[in-house]
């Protein structure tokens, strides 16, 4: 396991000397992540994500509990734990702000110590894949977020770290920036070299990277499964879409659909489904009745998936 | 790839190298408030004659390597640090595989090495051509006062680190900054020399490590007292220095990760 942690917990002292409060913001997370795993770390805002992240990079002693990170102990083995994993925080930098971004690249490289040969063939790498030629030898400060998002992935990856935490790395970004980063962490991590941890609170980060979700809420893992499993488990209808040729009325009575919307004057129909039927079944059974020129078939999206969750977890 | 730190010195230097129009400011005010002092220290000692040993040539001189040096030991810390530590950046400082305090002396050390050829050159310059100036005897002095000026930074750069270090347990550092801010110029040599202060006081500082943050240097070249006694005692203090500030920021961290940020 590259992460076990068992029963962290991690309380606060708020307010002031004479008010004091005890403040639980981690309760009782329990993680297990294989090497090579790429896993999304979900929870509203204040659920204890950030605070678990502290612990497992050893910026945070955990209250009770115990956590390893590459076999190390965080908070003890902190700065030979540095030298093994990257970390990119989507609010915070790494880089040099007044520095030409190669720059802040080479002291990094400098940092890690890592050996000139394999740190100029990474680089170059990022380099290619994440299109950043055109600014590198920009300074940091006149970068745009998507560009300097970039960079701070590529210096945290320069040093070939197994594991790469990254706390909200698509924060602000426009929708191509965020495609760029996802398709060059997926394709990273499905090399095998690079284990990912991933929060966000853009669900469709976790679609594009991660097999695994694990969920917490209130300091407690909700939930920590496979994604497609937790689809099936609380998800609810998928939807197909059939596009007709000619208008037809709502087409009623097929097995398993529980609702029938008519669209674009009975040109387009949306039947929602349940889990227990099968999507080539009910297309075959709509064909019998009406002539179809397309269909597609929406999967819930993850969104409904996290709403159902934390609604079903509320503590009464 | 090796050694990080030599390269973090030159990162501090091609750090400040970027603000040109920065530097350009500050070294105007530098030589506007030179042209004043010398001129008030040339009116004193035209009816004084010597003070302390400090004859025209000498004050000039010393009025020039103080206006040159200001920027050089940096007096006044930029509280970087202490931002970092506020907003919690100095989490991705503390998760490096790295001392930070190093870290930070060797850019700092860039830095001044930055100031040396835009701040401290200049005025220099401006200095010889319009006033009388001292120029060491001894060639040797050359590079003792280098080696006296890297010593000053050191020092300088402690009691800044300790400044803004002061925010892992204070929500606001203006008391502490404010006390520096009054009394620096006084107690390193900027305002006066050291020399003209009464003996007493005198006594006092030189138990202190703020002479060898600015008179030191100006007396190393103009090559006033014992120089052995002058860098010895700033290398003491840099090394003593040097040590606090790496326990307090193990303090601070440790705070930090005990407590929460």
New interface residues.
Partial sequence: MIIETDGLR?D??VGTRLRRRRVVAVRDVTLNVAPGEAVGFLGPNGAGKS?TI?ML?????PTSGSASVCGLDP?RE??????RIG?V?GQ???L?W??PLE?SF??H????????AR?EERLEECVELLDMTSFLRT?VRQLSLGQRMRGEVTAALLHSPELLVLDEPTIGLDLASKERLRSFLSAVNARGEVTLLLTTHDLPDVERLCRRVVVIDHGRVLVDDELSTLRRRFAGNRTLVVELTAPAEALAGLTGVVDVQVEAQGMRQRLAFGAGTSAAELIAEVARRVELRDVTVDEPSIEDLVRTLYASSRPA | MSAPYPQLVRAGFRRYASYRQAAFAGLTANVVFGFLRAAVLVAVLAQQGTVAGYDIPTAVTYVWLGQGLLSVVQLWPELEFSKRIRSGDVVIDLGRPWDLTAAMLATDLGRAGHAMVVRFIPPMLLGIVFFPFRWPQRPVTWLLFLVSIVLAVVVSFTIRFMLSATAFWMLDAHGVLSVWGAVSGIVVGLIVPLAWFPQWAQAVLAWTPFPAIMQSPIDVFTERGDVVALLGHAAIWSVLLFAACKLMLRAGAKKLVVQGG
């Fill in positions: 991690r606060f002292l605070t502290k990079t050893g910026v945070l002693v908070v902190r700065r030979e734990l540095g030298k970390v925080f915070r930098s790494q040099w007044d520095l720059e080479d002291l490289g400098a940092i890690h110590k890592v050996p000139a740190y300074p």
